[in-house]
Every structure is written in C-alpha cells, then in structure tokens.
C-alpha cells in the first residue's frame, strides 16, 4: 500500500488522470482506507475546479515582449 506521502505525490496526476492503471488502482486502494487523504483530494479536485472556472487574465508584459522580438527578428533579416 502507498504512503500518504505517496499518495500526496500522485494526486495531481490521479485528477488529471494521467497515472497508469496499476498506480491508479494503488491510489484508490490508499484512498478507501485513508481519509486524510481522501480529504486532501478531494480538496484539490476543488481547487482545480476553481481554477479552471476563473477567466484567463492577460499576463501584462508579454505583448510588450512580443513586440520586441518580432521587431529584433526583422531587424535581423534585413541585414546581408
Ligand atoms: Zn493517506
């Protein structure tokens, strides 16, 4: 059976549901008789959730940073 500090590890690849079959069934083994952990995941299944359910903010700087490179990319190319 996995530790809880096994357990833990995998959790965020248990929700994203990119474990193999084998490390899934170990999870969920760990999960029927753990509550802790079984709490903790289904926290972060939450917090997930919310996470996707926020909009996407714009990250300032990188249109700026955009620009910049295009502009030294062009730069380059009309140089012999
Ligand atoms: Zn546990």
Redesign the pocket.
Known sequence: M???KE??ARSSDYLDGQLSFRERLMVRH??M??P???R?VRQMRLMQATLRAMPEEPVPGVDDLAERLSAERQKHNTQP
């Open positions: 996995l530790t809880c357990q833990v760990h999960l008789f753990c802790n952990c079984r903790f």
